[in-house]
């Protein structure tokens, strides 16, 4: 069966411009979740689609948003970016559409510079 | 909400020794907890996972135990070898908000 996959591996951006973050889940997982991975923050949850619907929500500006198509892949979407921006973007998905209840299987991430 | 804290944050260990690594959470609820291992340049990889109706759990070198009542659970690495080096994860479910709550980590290395 393969794995998360995450495209693109690497982008290089500028500040203000936008950046769109591709993921397609393991075939058959419906939940899928987005972390932001930094040395001083650690692993921070961005949000959780199931099914097409965003699910949960973590702390992060509306410039962060995502979507989750019929067919479980999801995309997310920064819009102006800051340096702060800069770092690695994680995707997993689930299989269980119980929350908490079944683990979390990581893509490879993006990695997002941000100049 | 649910938090997480993990300890040590670096550990350094000798080829061939065991190594722990301990995490403590706060909500009660919680009832699954998985380890992950992450790699340079690769996503979190899940090791060994627990549920809360297993006090200990066990794999090949790799051993993880779960105290409810003290809200801790650990994870034991038996004769560890250079390829264990990596940054290690753990995590406790949330019924609320997030579906997991992760550990700030402990990059673990082995010396040949």
């Known amino acids: 069966k393969a794995g998360v996959t995450q495209t693109p591996r690497y982008l290089i951006k500028t500040r203000g411009q936008q950046v769109t973050l591709s993921c397609s889940p393991i075939s058959g997982h419906r939940s899928v979740s987005w972390y932001q991975q930094t040395p001083g923050q650690g692993l921070q949850f961005l949000f959780e689609?199931?099914?097409?619907?965003?699910?949960n929500k973590g702390n992060f500006p509306g410039r962060f948003s995502g979507r989750q198509f019929s067919n479980s892949r999801s995309e997310m979407n920064v819009s102006t970016l800051e340096l702060g921006d800069s770092a690695l973007y994680l995707c997993?998905?689930?299989?269980?559409?119980?929350?908490?209840?079944?683990?979390?299987?990581f893509g490879n991430g993006t990695r997002l510079t941000v100049t | 909400g649910e938090n997480v804290e993990q300890h040590p944050s670096t550990l350094s260990v000798q080829e061939g020794d065991s190594a722990v690594i301990k995490c403590t959470y706060s909500d009660s609820a919680s009832n699954y907890f998985p380890w992950y291992k992450q790699e340079l340049g690769k996503g979190p990889q899940l090791i060994i996972d627990i549920r809360s109706n297993v006090g200990e759990k066990k794999d090949q070198r790799i051993a993880v135990t779960l105290n409810k009542t003290a809200k801790h659970f650990s994870l034991h690495i038996t004769e560890t070898q250079p390829e264990d080096s990596a940054v290690y994860f753990c995590a406790a479910s949330s019924v609320s908000g997030q579906n997991f709550v992760f550990g700030p980590g402990t990059r673990l290395s082995v010396l040949p």
């Open positions: 689609y199931f099914s097409e619907t965003q699910r």
């Open positions: 997993a998905s689930s299989s269980d559409g119980k929350r908490g209840n079944s683990p979390l299987h």
